[in-house]
């Protein structure tokens, strides 16, 4: 049985905590968080901790803090395999003097959401064929979909995610405002949100593309600009252009 610890308390640490808390080929040693009363609840199921130096020898130690963290926190790891879950952090910037690995899930995790792991991509990283065997069969005990993805790679795809996911949301965040100026209840919009998201996993997000900016249809584009706020004008302004352009 692979034996864990889970450093930290916030959304990617609080999910991973609860699927290797299930996984029945895992054992989850130890949860460390800087404040111990956001780990009060694992009292019974696992160690809990909130001093770096009482940390637990464990095959893997996960860390799973903000980025501008990871140096100072792994620093303090002094056995086993050590990984954080980052998607924008290059592995060596990991201090541990031992082994560095990532374990990086690309999904956006919010602590009251359900998370279903087999759903989503683990992309890995390790310095040895041995260690990436090691959270292959991690992974695997917890989800299904493995990549092996080097730190350059997950740089770029981090930065992916941050169009199709991030930027998507907040255009969503216009409609809603949008919708609500005007009395139209948001949900109405929710079908088309879904045949889009489906579309891409047929054909290209390209060959997907429609609408006024797509059709190059000037008199529907002059009359949503009229309908839009100086900020939301500029955003328009400029996706039309990127889209003609492409």
């Known amino acids: 049985m692979i034996t864990v610890a889970i450093i930290g308390s916030g959304n990617v640490a609080s999910h991973l905590t609860n699927a290797f808390l299930k996984a029945s080929d895992i054992r989850l040693v130890q949860v460390y968080a800087r ?14 901790s909130n001093h770096l130096e009482n940390l637990c020898a464990v095959d893997v130690t996960i860390i799973a803090v903000s980025d501008d963290a990871i140096q100072e926190v792994s620093a303090n790891i002094k056995q086993g395999l050590v990984v954080h879950t980052s998607g924008s952090v290059a592995m060596s910037a990991l201090q541990n003097s031992g082994r560095k690995g990532v374990f990086y899930a690309l999904q956006s995790f919010t602590k009251k959401q359900e998370i279903d792991f087999s759903t989503i991509p683990f992309c890995l990283e390790a310095e ?12 695997n005990s917890i989800g299904k979909s493995v990549y092996h993805i080097n730190s350059k790679q997950r740089k770029k795809l ?5 169009f199709v996911n ?10 809603h405002s949008i919708c609500e100026e005007n ?19 047929l054909i290209s997000p390209k060959e997907a593309q429609t609408g006024p900016a797509k059709r190059n249809d000037q008199e529907t584009i002059a009359a949503h600009l009229e309908n839009l706020n100086s900020q939301q004008q500029k955003i ?4 039309t252009k990127s889209i003609q352009e492409n």
């Open 183 to 201: 009395e139209v209840p948001f949900k109405i919009l929710l079908p088309l949100i879904k045949e889009t998201a489906k579309k891409v996993t």
């Open 158 to 162: 981090h930065l992916a995610a941050v």
């Open 128 to 139: 040895s064929v041995k260690d990436l065997q090691l959270l292959e069969s991690i992974t």
């Open 35 to 48: 404040n111990i009363e956001t780990i009060k609840h694992l009292e019974g199921k696992t160690s809990i």
């Open 236 to 239: 328009y302004t400029l996706l």
């Open 166 to 175: 991030n930027f998507t949301n907040y255009m969503y965040s216009i409609g």
